[in-house]
């Protein structure tokens, strides 16, 4: 995928994504869950631009706070474009330069997001002229999410969450996000909820080897009906997340007294995404939510994956 000319720097947005159903299977060997998820990427993007340089380094900008973000090799995106290098003999670096509007540790994939960006704008940069299978290959390395988020639109996840099927989906869900001002570990909230089934385990059903996505939540996205939607959001993680932030459970009930059709904390949380029937309606819950003082976000979906820009 390479720009049709050699240029100073290539500039690429990927969006991030809500989990419109997410069921976690049993604890493995290996730490890992299987996983049986539905994405949705949705218009919060992230912008990144590469810059030729002799050596790999990232800086943040935007409207969110990125003072918590690691800017050396652990980073994400550095990794995603050090692999790239590696994949295709590159013997320069980059210099990353990343907008950030994907809240951090939001269960929205904003990191994932950042990578798979990365991927295609130093495959651009760099002329490495990847196919787009290869780069797929790549970003699973990199991260359940990533390949999502190069793909886009509307998918059914499993495995771990990275062995990606396009799902049929129609129209446009209209979405507000309530973002909270903390983050969430993702493996912290993985643990309370393998603590919870173990506390709770004379009582609940075992958790599946192998969980599916639930046939009323692909029949809802193939009718483009958000109340179908809205009756079939399910995330196995938000009690997790409600135990280990018991303010999330007050800010759902908000959203639906305020005329949302139902809330779901986003994958690991801490973002509760409502979905709204119509653009109207999320306009005036945005304008109510705000008015309660909590920061939110209008946004829609599903949305194209990650894609080059020329400015």
């Known amino acids: 995928m390479t720009a049709p000319l050699a240029q100073a720097f290539a500039h690429a947005r990927a969006p991030g994504k809500i989990n419109v159903f997410l069921k976690v299977g049993e604890l493995m060997d290996d730490g890992y869950h299987d996983l049986a998820t539905a994405f949705q990427a949705v218009s919060l993007?992230?912008?990144?631009?590469?810059?030729?340089?002799?050596?790999f380094s990232v800086t943040f900008s935007g409207p969110i706070d990125t003072s918590s973000l690691a800017v050396d090799g652990s980073n994400l995106a550095i990794k995603a474009a050090r692999m790239l290098a590696r994949k295709t003999g590159y013997r320069g670096g980059v210099r990353l330069e990343i907008e950030k509007h994907v809240?951090?540790?939001?269960?929205?994939?904003?990191?994932?997001?950042?990578?798979a960006a990365t991927l295609l704008a130093c495959d651009a940069l760099w002329e490495t002229d990847l196919s787009r299978d290869e780069l797929l290959a790549l970003a699973a390395k990199l991260g359940a999410d990533v390949p999502f988020a190069m793909?886009?639109?509307?998918?059914?996840?499993?495995?771990?969450?990275?062995?990606?099927?396009?799902?049929?989906?129609?129209?446009t869900f209209h979405w507000v996000l309530a973002i909270a001002e903390f983050g969430m570990s993702t493996p912290d909230v993985y643990r309370a909820l393998d603590e919870h089934?173990?506390?709770h385990?004379?009582?609940i059903f075992p958790a599946a080897a192998q969980p599916a996505v639930d046939s009323e939540v692909l029949q809802a996205l193939r009718a483009g009906d958000a109340r179908l939607l809205a009756d079939a959001l399910h995330n196995d993680l938000q009690a997790a997340a409600l135990h280990l932030a018991p303010g999330l459970g007050g800010i759902l009930e908000l959203?639906?007294?305020?005329?949302?059709?139902?809330?779901?904390v986003s994958g690991s949380g801490p973002t509760v995404a409502f979905l709204a029937p119509d653009a109207d309606t999320a306009l005036e819950l945005q304008v109510s939510l705000s008015a309660s003082?909590?920061?939110v976000l209008r946004v829609t979906?599903?949305?194209?994956?990650?894609?080059?820009?020329?400015d």
Not at 103 to 110: S, Y
Not at 151 to 171: E, M, N, V, Y
């Open 45 to 55: 993007y992230e912008d990144v631009r590469a810059y030729r340089a002799p050596d």
């Open 103 to 115: 809240p951090i540790a939001g269960g929205m994939g904003g990191g994932s997001a950042d990578a």
């Open 151 to 171: 793909t886009g639109g509307t998918a059914i996840g499993t495995g771990k969450g990275d062995r990606l099927s396009p799902a049929l989906a129609k129209g």
């Open 197 to 199: 089934r173990e506390r």
């Open 201 to 203: 385990a004379q009582d």
């Open 255 to 264: 959203g639906e007294q305020m005329g949302a059709l139902a809330g779901i």
């Open 293 to 295: 003082r909590l920061h």
């Open 301 to 310: 979906g599903p949305v194209h994956g990650a894609r080059l820009l020329h």
